[in-house]
């Protein structure tokens, strides 16, 4: 909601934009029942919303671009992009939109994120041609990812946070159990759980890398030197970031976890960028 608030104006205000995400814009908001406090709709569902929602970016003639972005990096005068389909693209500003991430970070994963911890398949996998990585994946729609990997590592230890996994290797062995932390020292070296996952693997799991295959990143691990406090990242009024020309916006700012919340605060975020690129 906040990105979609945020692309509207930036178009009202005549700047050119891109904005990242998935055609079907908000799982959240599609799984809503009944929305109560949005104003103009009285007892919407979620999918009744998120209809009128891509009718009004059609109208617009705002195409989402269907990348997952793995990586914000601030550089002196602009942002350097990085997607899932190892695509890059530069832009003067940003505003991070993410959501919130419904599973916490594993103890050691922002640790060693660029040192083993990845978040992105067709990046890094090639990285790990003949080695053994360990995959935690929330998705079902992301199995394509680890058939990518499965394609590069000998051995993968699949971990999915999802029900009915399809995905079937001779390399790829699955465990139902979520590890305690990634550890390591220069780089990562190997999986913690907390008790035996399974017979015959063991509670430390020795690994090459481990890749994190979720819908989103968290902020966190996305942009490096992002002031992030309990999961949200810290904003001022004008939904500035502490880095210069990054701002955020919805639910990824804390809570009230609420569209008009987050609607409020993406049209905000958009005026401040216009108002910087002055």
Known sequence: MAGISAALTLQANKKSFLIFGSAE???????????HNYPG?????????????????????????????TGVYALKEKFTLLTDTGKQ????????ATGV????????????????????ATC????????????????????HEIGYLADFAEKVYL????????????????????????????????????TTPMEGIPA????????????SV??????????????????????ATNLVGCYAAGDCTGRPYQYAKAAGEGNMAAHSVSAYLK
């Open 159 to 194: 971990i999915p946070m999802y029900k009915n996994v399809e995905i079937e290797r001779d390399n790829i062995i699955k465990i139902q159990k979520m590890p305690k932390s990634i550890a390591g020292g220069l780089r990562v070296n190997r999986l913690i759980f907390s």
């Open 204 to 215: 430390e799991l020795p690994v090459d890398g481990v890749f994190m295959l979720r819908e």
């Open 101 to 120: 991430e419904s599973i916490r970070l594993i103890e050691g994963e922002e640790a060693f994120s660029g040192r083993g911890v990845s978040y992105c």
């Open 218 to 239: 968290s902020p966190a691990v996305l942009v490096g030197g992002l002031n992030v406090v309990d999961g949200h990242v810290q904003v001022d009024r004008n939904m």
């Open 124 to 143: 890094d996998g090639f990285l790990y041609k003949g080695k053994t990585i360990a995959v935690v994946c929330t998705s079902k729609r992301l199995e």
């Open 25 to 35: 814009l908000s799982d959240k908001i599609s799984k809503a029942e009944k929305i």
């Open 89 to 96: 693209y530069e832009a003067r500003t940003v505003i991070l």
């Open 41 to 69: 709709f009285s007892d919407v569902s979620g999918k009744e919303l998120v209809s009128a929602l891509k009718s009004q970016l059609l109208d617009a003639n705002i195409a989402v671009v269907e990348e997952k972005v």
